[in-house]
């Protein structure tokens, strides 16, 4: 299906070393790898590529340094046709993720912001206008995402991974809110002001979440699929749990990215949310199946 509205993802762009390895290790330990890969990656970067992919036309805005790994941070969004117009070269290094992977395709990531830590108001706002389907996530400064949300002038994709403090009226403002179980469960503690995590299951976190005055929500779930909760005139959400596609996965890295992004170019072509979240299913599912984030992604649709 061709695009009809642009997606622009304000957000990070890094450079991914992944190691892999048997099995991760534990506090104070060290365990050999087998192998690394120096890789481009960052959840903006990311999911830009992915909407790109997904057939959307895209505009990533966003902040790279001046070192040698700004070239590889770039690379596929470049080659995908992303537009770049608005990315920011400055004088430092370039974001950096350290992630771990091991024989069950489980991860940890440690993330070192670099110039990514400039994109806050002052620069969003210097970018200028924020066109069709908005694409944020939680790896640029607090400021930075409020400013992008109120230059919008479509629909907000909300992804906030990692999860940070954001103002109610600000959360309130995706459509969809696009989260894991563990990322949904913060963000409700944070909208009731407890310091508890919530133990419900996912439709019924969803729900609340809606009750706080969000209008659309998906979880992702990993292997068990994803979840759609969408906020009626009454209140009550109407919820509807997608399957996983079944594979056999190898990396996880970057899915979730994979999903959001896909999840937005399928919006920006006029897709019901339930709709473009099956469809974003089965792309990241093709994701798994290979080690890295961008480089997993599918470089054609003809499978989906």
């Given at each position: 299906m061709a695009s009809t509205t642009q997606v622009t993802i304000v957000g990070s762009s890094n450079v991914d070393i992944t190691?892999?390895?048997?099995?991760?290790?534990?506090?104070?330990?060290?365990?050999?790898?087998?192998?690394?890969?120096?890789?481009?990656?960052?959840?903006?970067?990311?999911?830009?590529l992915a909407a790109a992919l997904a057939g959307a036309r895209t505009e990533f805005i966003g902040a790279v340094g001046n070192d040698p790994h700004a070239e590889i941070a770039l690379g596929q969004l470049a080659e995908a046709g992303v537009v770049l117009d608005r990315v920011m070269h400055l004088d430092g290094a370039t974001g950096v993720a350290i992630i771990s992977v091991d024989a069950r395709a489980e991860n940890s990531i440690a993330?070192?912001?670099?110039?990514?830590?400039?994109?806050?108001?002052?620069?969003?706002?210097?970018?200028?206008?924020?066109?069709?389907?908005?694409?944020?996530?939680?790896?640029?400064?607090?400021?930075?995402?409020?400013?992008?949300?109120?230059?919008?002038?479509?629909?907000?994709?909300?992804?906030?991974?990692?999860?940070i403090d954001l103002d109610r009226d600000y959360l309130c403002r995706a459509n969809p809110l696009v989260v894991n179980e563990h990322e949904a469960a913060l963000i409700l503690a944070q909208l009731e002001g407890s310091k508890e995590l919530s133990t419900d299951p996912e439709p019924v976190i969803a729900q609340r979440l809606c009750d706080e005055g969000i209008a659309s929500v998906v979880i992702t779930l990993g292997g068990e699929g994803a979840l759609v909760a969408v906020r009626g005139t009454d209140g009550a959400a109407e919820i509807t749990t997608l399957p996983a596609v079944k594979v056999t996965a190898v990396d996880t890295t970057g899915?979730?990215?994979?999903?959001?992004?896909?999840?937005?170019?399928?919006?920006?072509?006029?897709?019901?949310?339930?709709?473009?979240?099956?469809f974003a299913g089965r792309f990241a599912a093709l994701t798994v199946q290979e080690h890295g984030a961008q480089a997993s992604y599918p470089r054609s649709l003809d499978n989906l």
């Open positions: 190691a892999l390895m048997t099995r991760l290790p534990g506090p104070g330990e060290t365990v050999l790898a087998d192998s690394y890969r120096l890789t481009p990656g960052g959840k903006g970067a990311n999911q830009a993330v070192i912001s670099g110039a990514n830590s400039s994109m806050d108001a002052a620069a969003v706002t210097a970018a200028g206008a924020l066109e069709g389907v908005l694409v944020l996530q939680g790896e640029i400064p607090e400021s930075g995402i409020r400013a992008a949300i109120d230059a919008a002038t479509g629909p907000i994709v909300l992804n906030l991974a990692p999860v899915a979730g990215d994979a999903f959001t992004g896909a999840l937005a170019a399928r919006l920006a072509a006029g897709e019901t949310l339930i709709e473009a979240a099956g």
